[in-house]
């Protein structure tokens, strides 16, 4: 019936926003934003242009960043 | 020519801290812990041997009596490492701006 909407899962999602700039808040509360460069099964992130803000402030910029995916709480495309 | 290419390009997370085999890393760690150093090895866990390690350890000191906090970090350094990969946080190559 509405079999291709039944399909659509979060991975869809994540494929969806590849190469976006995205939001990512890790468990810890620390926040990357930067473009999505690519992701694994693992959620491992891949992010380049990377800046990350504790409590909300600029506290470095990365050229690339990998992000071990256990400490992922959500991204967001933004 | 396939296998040149594949090895230049990022297809997977992983590919990110393959490319920085052999060059210095910044490593976040969970507890307010930073590592500098060259990566020798990985694997998928990313667990990681560093050389000539320097790791920085942050803490927050409270004093109770003006009510502030501040900032303390102590640096040490190693010479050979190895870091089990759950307590990674955030692994960043060196910059590979052309």
Do not use: W
């Given at each position: 019936?509405?079999?291709?909407?039944?399909?659509?899962?979060?991975?869809?999602?994540?494929?969806?926003?590849?190469?976006?700039?995205?939001?990512?808040?890790?468990?810890?509360?620390?926040?990357?934003?930067?473009?999505?460069?690519?992701?694994?099964?693992?959620?491992?992130?891949?992010?380049e242009q990377t800046e990350e803000?504790?409590?909300?402030?600029?506290?470095?910029?990365?050229?690339?960043?990998?992000?071990?995916?256990?400490?992922?709480?959500?991204?967001?495309?933004? | 020519?396939?296998?040149?290419?594949?090895?230049?390009?990022?297809?997977?997370?992983?590919?990110?801290?393959?490319?920085?085999?052999d060059e210095r890393i910044y490593?976040?760690?969970?507890?307010?812990?930073?590592?500098?150093?060259?990566?020798?090895?990985?694997?998928?866990?990313?667990?990681?041997?560093?050389?000539?390690?320097?790791?920085?350890?942050?803490?927050?000191?409270?004093?109770?009596?003006?009510?502030?906090?501040?900032?303390?970090?102590?640096?040490?350094?190693?010479?050979?490492?190895?870091?089990?990969?759950?307590?990674v946080i955030l692994v960043s190559?060196?910059?590979?701006?052309?």
């Amino acid at each position: 019936m509405s079999e291709p909407a039944n399909k659509r899962t979060p991975t869809d999602f994540l494929n969806s926003i590849l190469g976006q700039r995205v939001f990512v808040r890790l468990n810890s509360g620390i926040d990357y934003k930067g473009l999505l460069s690519c992701l694994d099964g693992y959620m491992n992130i891949a992010l380049e242009q990377t800046e990350e803000y504790v409590d909300g402030e600029l506290r470095n910029r990365y050229g690339d960043a990998f992000i071990r995916g256990n400490n992922v709480l959500y991204i967001s495309a933004i | 020519m396939a296998d040149t290419a594949a090895a230049l390009t990022v297809e997977e997370p992983l590919d990110l801290v393959r490319l920085s085999l052999d060059e210095r890393i910044y490593v976040k760690l969970r507890g307010d812990r930073e590592l500098r150093g060259r990566l020798h090895a990985y694997d998928q866990h990313l667990n990681m041997v560093l050389g000539e390690v320097e790791e920085t350890i942050t803490m927050v000191d409270v004093n109770d009596e003006v009510q502030t906090q501040s900032l303390r970090s102590v640096n040490r350094t190693v010479p050979m490492l190895f870091v089990r990969g759950d307590g990674v946080i955030l692994v960043s190559p060196p910059s590979r701006a052309a």
